[in-house]
């Protein structure tokens, strides 16, 4: 562990923000689902989640789905060359968003070694996760691929606030917890000065873009909340318009009083392009409480994407005719 920290770069620490800057915002911005549970005619659904995002030239590959090669043959399918994408963000340590991690980064580096060599995560992302006793330490396999890529020549940044990586693009790195939003498994534990104390996720990162319509953000399962995650995106850019939220949010299950109280803090919200943990039903109720529609609060399949300024194209089974 002591010479994988030392083979990190750590960025961010909630200093810089775009606010106290000229503004910046994206012109072109699209966001194209790689992985996630439902698929149309071609590609692997699965229990997981990654996405294509493409921002005025710049290609970024957020998360790497839960097995080790169905990003890659989904994008195989989706004739998507990921090969000259160099920069990847893993949002947490679940194995659902880092499995394709090597898989990808030997392929593509056949083709570009510079392929995926440039990996950003948020602090807090090693750390050994624990049962309630304390005692049985639970797998965190993150470290392991950790090491596995940079023996590839990969290099590893970790976020320990707010990064922007460029021009009006930012990870979040871990989120401030204002809203007591638990979008996490009760059951693991971290321990902080020999103490226990609930495993938070506390790495989770989001990606943020400003735009000229407000903000857009990029969520791997939101296990930091989603009204936190917006309220950290709208501290970072200074814009206080959300203008789509896009994957997993982590609300499958939720009571509605929750999902009212989310709709809520989410209000004027354009689009909600919900993939993966967010869950269906939740999806749909969100969609009535926001008064969105069938084409503006959709459940993401494998090669559906949002483009800034068209919308989502939802594909044909998520999407409408009418």
Sequence with gaps: ???????????????????????????????????????????????????????????????TGGNPDVVLKNAEALKIDLSTVEDVVISHFHDDHTSGLI??????????????????????????????????????????????????????????????????????????????????????????????????????????????QGVVIVTGCGHAGIMNIADDAKAITGDARIHAVIGGIHLFGKPDAVLVETAGRLKGLAYLFAAHCTGIEATFRLRELLGLNRKTAVVAAVGSSFTLGQGIEAGHIAGWAG
């Design 1 to 63: 562990m002591v010479l994988l920290v030392a083979a990190l770069t750590v960025l961010g620490g909630g200093g810089a923000r775009a606010a106290e800057s000229p503004a910046h915002t994206a012109q072109s911005v699209k966001v194209t689902t790689l992985s996630t549970m439902l698929t149309d005619y071609v590609g692997l659904g699965e229990w997981g989640y990654s996405a294509l995002i493409e921002i005025d030239g710049r290609r970024i590959l957020f998360d």
């Design 103 to 212: 898989t990808l980064r030997k392929a593509l580096m056949a083709k570009n070694p510079s392929a995926l060599s440039h990996l950003y995560v948020g602090e807090g992302i090693f750390e050994p996760r624990f049962s309630k006793d304390g005692k049985g330490e639970t797998e965190n396999g993150f470290p392991a691929l950790a090491r596995a890529y940079l023996d590839t020549g990969g290099r590893i940044q970790q976020l320990s606030g707010p990064a922007e990586i460029a021009t009006g693009v930012w990870l979040t790195g871990p989120v401030p917890r204002g809203h007591a939003e638990t979008n996490w498994n009760p059951g693991l534990f971290v321990k902080t000065g020999g103490q226990l104390s609930p495993d938070t996720l506390r790495e989770d990162t989001s990606l943020v873009i400003e735009t000229a």
